[in-house]
């Protein structure tokens, strides 16, 4: 800019006759400060050209609900990842579940979705749809958060051997979180998955670890599991059992004596006296077969104050209990109990193929069976069997002694893998040999006087039994610890979570 120029554009301003012009130094001044503005200017512009090319392609695409309160309804209709399939190839769908794993590189995104045991893997590329900022955004969600995600499933070439669905992935168009999880997990699901004997290279969780961070190792493919076999075997054991003309009853968890004998039972106060913790339904069970009930069965909570720390003991568990009014002989139940269980195993193979693949560890160590298992499992090809005619002194006070020899009783145990499942037997119907049993095992006679004469009234002869549900999955799916079959499980170590 030449100095007339510069003159010329300060001319410009209305100047009063006779006021000084300014001299060639403050013109020069004035010169820079103009350039240095027609930069900042130029400088504006380019910056709000970069940012019209930089717009935001994906906006309102992305983001977080922010806290639930339910002030509006979505009518969303969200499709189970485990019905995803390729049939549906080309299909809009909305999923919701949570975040497992998530990779961004360049602009490419991979996620898997997690929806209790299945997994589906999401795919975001950056394009006419998906912006930078909305990869970036997916980036940055921490692990376990739950997320809503809209796309296009899509059929793959090549199975995705990592995800339970292996023929599609989904091409995201929308994804939001619903609940976000802290970015630091105190254990990896992953970790709390894998199983010990899998790869001695990755890493696992040791047990306590695991329960002592219950609500995350339930999250896991294996846990889920786990516990919808656990719901299986309770709905085939109450309908089998209703067909076969039972009655569910629920009985007292609270009791005036113990059910069993013995001292492996928990005391606790009861206004001014004391009362037991029930060790078993057995009493009230009997006394509803006395009420003309003929065929009863409960689910309910079992206590048992032992102090024993093995892997399949626990001080608080579910039990599956019957009994049942029979004809001549207890045969006749122990009968009625093998079919029932047969019938629950091939329920649960039959209908839980998914479960089992994703639960089945097969990890009990040859010291974990008893060798009459093996021995069982190698003659007969079974890991299912009975033995019958325990030592009655080994026995509760109410088992029927054997009428021929008055050492054994009328009772026995069903194993699974080699280990007990079942304990059960005849009952003493007869108040008057009830009691001479009662007072052989130094029972209160006071404390269980209701339950005796409940007998006095006419009983038809009767026998039953007790199922672990915790141990029978255990033992149905090969597992190292009952622990692992308990939601919050109870030993005398632990009463947390």
Same mark, same amino acid.
């Given at each position: ?178 609940? +976000?999880?802290? #970015?630091? !997990?105190?254990? @990896?699901?992953?970790? %709390? &998955? ?8 990755? $890493? ?73 913790? +029930?060790?078993? #339904?057995? !009493?009230?069970? @009997?006394?509803?077969? %006395? &009420? ?8 309910? $909570? ?196």
């Amino acid at each position: 800019m030449s100095d007339s120029e510069i003159q010329a554009g300060v001319e410009g301003v209305n100047l009063e006759d006779g006021e000084k012009k300014l001299s060639k130094k403050e013109l020069n001044k004035l010169a820079r400060q103009q350039k240095k503005a027609e930069k900042k200017h130029q400088g504006a512009d380019t910056k709000t050209e970069e940012s019209t090319e930089e717009e935001d392609i994906s906006k309102n695409k992305y983001g977080t609900y922010g806290l639930i309160r339910s002030t509006e309804r979505k009518e969303l209709e969200f499709v189970n990842v485990g019905t995803l399939n390729s049939s549906l190839d080309g299909k809009e769908v909305w999923i919701r579940g949570r975040l497992h794993t998530s990779r961004v590189q360049g602009k490419t995104g991979f996620i898997v979705v997690r929806q209790r045991i299945f997994t589906i893997q999401g795919v975001l590329f950056v394009g006419a749809e998906v912006s930078k900022q909305m990869l970036k955004f997916v980036g940055n969600i921490s692990k376990e958060s739950i997320i809503d995600i809209f796309g296009v499933l899509h059929k793959v070439d090549q199975e995705i051997v990592s995800c339970t669905q292996r023929e599609v992935e989904l091409h995201i168009k929308q994804i939001f979180v619903v609940s +976000a999880a802290e #970015p630091r !997990l105190p254990l @990896q699901i992953e970790d %709390a &998955a894998r199983r010990a004997n899998e790869d001695a290279n990755l $890493a696992t969780v040791n047990l306590d670890t695991r329960l002592d961070n219950r609500i995350l190792d339930l999250r896991t493919q294996t846990s889920q599991a786990i516990f919808k076999i656990q719901a299986g075997i309770c709905e085939i054991f109450r309908n089998a059992l209703s067909k076969r003309g039972f009655t569910e009853i629920q009985t007292p968890k609270i009791i005036p004596s113990p059910s069993e004998g013995g001292a492996n039972v928990f005391e606790v106060s009861y206004f001014k006296g004391s009362a037991y913790l +029930a060790q078993s #339904p057995q !009493l009230y069970k @009997q006394m509803a077969i %006395a &009420a003309d009930f003929d065929r009863v069965f409960t689910i309910g $909570a079992v206590f048992r104050a032992e102090d024993s720390n093995t892997h399949r003991h626990m001080t608080e568990f579910v039990g599956l209990d019957l009994e049942m009014a029979f004809n001549f002989h207890y045969h006749e139940v122990v009968d009625t109990i093998g079919v029932l269980l047969i019938e629950i195993f091939k329920h649960l193979q039959a209908n839980y193929q998914h479960e089992i693949e994703a639960g089945d560890e097969d990890d009990l160590s040859t010291t974990n069976e008893k060798a009459l298992g093996k021995l069982v499992r190698e003659k007969y090809k079974t890991d299912f069997y009975i033995l019958d005619k325990y030592p009655l002194s080994v026995r509760p006070f109410y088992t029927m002694p054997n009428a021929e020899d008055g050492r054994w009783s009328n009772s026995y145990d069903m194993f699974m893998r080699g280990e007990e499942i079942l304990s059960g037997a005849q009952r003493i119907h007869d108040p008057v040999m009830l009691t001479e049993r009662a007072k052989h095992h130094n029972i209160d006679l006071e404390k269980i006087r209701a339950y005796i004469d409940s007998f006095r009234y006419g009983c038809p002869p009767h026998a039953g039994g007790g199922i672990g549900l915790e141990r029978v999955a255990m033992l149905f799916l090969g597992l190292s610890n009952i622990r692992l079959c308990s939601l919050f499980p109870r030993d005398p170590r632990r009463i947390t979570p």
